[in-house]
């Protein structure tokens, strides 16, 4: 059975860090890519990162790129996203979620099977 489960969600002022951790199971990251998504109050989910299966070739959505890392741990079978220099308009809830397929990642939602049920990011200004 495929289950992500999300932590290190939490409330930090403007310009700090964060490291969020995505725990996985049931699958391996040389079939499955993963991605990091969020979604913020009355707004829809948008991607934020992914790690393709094999290799694990990073993308990054535009707004985050630079701040934010995504990395994988096979021996810890967890996928962290490290956020850095924060803002407030990263507030959001932000879910893990992995397609089942072995190719290069994407942004867009349609491909992820499986999703986390989702962590809590508050930026303060």
């Known amino acids: 059975e495929v289950q992500l489960v999300e932590s290190g969600g939490a409330l930090v002022q403007a310009g700090g860090s964060l490291r969020l951790s995505c725990a996985t199971s049931g699958f391996s990251y040389d079939d499955y890519a993963v991605g990091w998504f969020r979604q913020a109050p009355g707004k829809e989910r948008e991607g934020v990162a992914c790690i393709s299966s094999g290799h694990g070739d990073t993308y990054y959505a535009d707004s985050v790129k630079g701040r934010f890392t995504i990395s994988r741990d096979k021996a810890k079978n967890t996928v962290y996203l490290q956020m850095n220099s924060l803002k407030p308009e990263d507030t959001a809830v932000y879910y893990c979620?992995?397609?089942?397929?072995?190719?290069?990642?994407?942004?867009?939602?349609?491909?992820?099977?499986?999703w986390g049920q989702g962590t809590q990011v508050t930026v303060s200004s």
């Open positions: 979620a992995a397609d089942p397929r072995r190719r290069r990642c994407s942004l867009e939602m349609i491909r992820y099977d499986y």
